[in-house]
């Protein structure tokens, strides 16, 4: 877990409302991701990062939006189009999106919906 | 399309017996293959990858694994297990070119003392 920081570590959220979950990286990584991991289903990716101001859809983007201002910020909004948002959200960072670098993992931010 | 399969959800295993959790993959062309180890409620922990080269891999914590190219197979073991090594452990693969990584749906090891 180390140079990759989740906040909250527990996140609640009304029906109806956006909630952001903030992912922070101190390792100079290019490429950031993030990924919604359920029971039974492994990790899928919603949406990744190669570079600053640049981000792309993965295989369930839908109900979530993202930005990429700063190099070590990669914030995840779950909007309320999201209708099953209960799920575990784990931010991933590598040095480069294109080639053979390691993914490693923040500590991960557990939604409920209240 | 690339693929990672993981056969079984559990296995279960003495501790101070060899373990083996398997992977299988299907990718285009050759694959980069990965394992991660995941304790409750935290991250995935980064344990080994095959690029090229030798195709017995050694990782963290006492953990290998086996690259079979025939069997596009990607097995991860250990020598003697430990109940500490109990933990939900995920495969994943990048073919080549591609920006994703795909994960399989993971196996959980359960150690007993």
């Known amino acids: 877990d180390g140079g990759i920081t989740q906040s909250p570590k527990y996140l609640f959220r009304k029906e109806g409302q956006n909630v952001t979950l903030s992912c922070e990286q101190n390792?100079?990584?290019?490429?950031m991701y993030w990924y919604r991991q359920d029971p039974g289903q492994g990790l899928r990716l919603i949406y990744y990062?190669?570079?600053?101001?640049?981000?792309q859809k993965g295989d369930i983007a839908e109900g979530y939006s993202v930005s990429r201002e700063k190099k070590e910020s990669f914030p995840l909004t779950v909007t309320s189009a999201q209708k099953n948002p209960t799920a575990f959200y784990l931010c991933?960072?590598?040095?480069?999106?294109?080639?053979?670098?390691?993914?490693?993992f923040g500590p991960g931010t557990r939604l409920l919906v209240l | 399309a690339q693929s990672v399969a993981q056969p079984e959800d559990q296995v279960n295993v003495a501790e101070g017996n060899p373990l083996t959790v398997k992977c299988t993959y299907s990718v285009s062309g050759n694959p980069y293959l990965f394992w991660y180890v995941q304790y409750p409620n935290r991250g995935l922990q980064f344990l080994l990858k095959?690029?090229?080269?030798?195709?017995l891999v050694k990782g963290s914590y006492g953990f290998e694994a086996e690259f079979n190219k025939s069997q596009t197979s990607f097995h991860l073991k250990k020598p003697s297990a430990l109940v500490s090594d109990s933990a939900l452990y995920f495969c994943a693969v990048r073919g080549k070119g591609t920006d994703k990584l795909i994960f399989g749906t993971g196996t959980r090891l359960q150690v007993f003392p």
């Open positions: 991933a960072s590598s040095m480069d999106a294109g080639a053979i670098g390691t993914q490693y």
């Open positions: 095959y690029i090229t080269g030798d195709n």
């Open positions: 990062s190669q570079i600053v101001n640049d981000f």
């Open positions: 390792l100079n990584h290019d490429a």
